[in-house]
């Protein structure tokens, strides 16, 4: 069973940064895209930054966190991280990650696992909240 955790997340003044850590259980990262996701209360779930292992490298991210947010993995420690920097108030919002299993699976590009679609399993979240 997979598994998935997040955390790293608190109060955090705007300018200020945070990293939050996700570590995946029961999940071989061979042939994977994975992601971070968050959601305010009453806003729309939006994927913040994705990576797979067919990307080379490349990572998504939506203009609304380009240039603050990197992410990054650690394999033998089956741990994606999330740099958040210049945190700003709006950047409130729960923190999740989710994770895809791509084996035997065609490539839909970052984009399209960013946007909440193919087979990913859910994780908790830890909550970020940046105070102006």
């Known amino acids: 069973e997979v598994q998935l955790q997040a955390s790293g997340g608190g109060l955090v003044q705007a300018g200020g940064s945070l990293r939050l850590s996700c570590e995946v259980t029961?999940?071989?990262?061979?042939?994977?895209?994975i992601g971070w996701f968050r959601q305010a209360p009453g806003k729309e779930r939006e994927g913040v930054s994705c990576?797979?292992?067919?990307?080379?490298?490349?990572?998504y991210y939506p203009d609304s966190v380009k240039g603050r947010f990197t992410i990054s993995s650690d394999n033998a420690k089956n741990t994606v991280y999330l740099q958040m920097n210049n945190l700003k108030p709006e950047d409130t919002a729960n923190y999740y990650c989710a994770v895809a299993d791509l084996y035997g699976r065609p490539d839909r590009g970052l984009f399209y696992y960013c946007s909440g679609y193919g087979p990913l399993q859910w994780g908790k979240g830890t909550q970020v909240t940046v105070s102006s």
């Open positions: 029961g999940f071989t990262f061979d042939d994977y895209a």
């Open positions: 990576i797979s292992s067919k990307s080379g490298g490349i990572a």
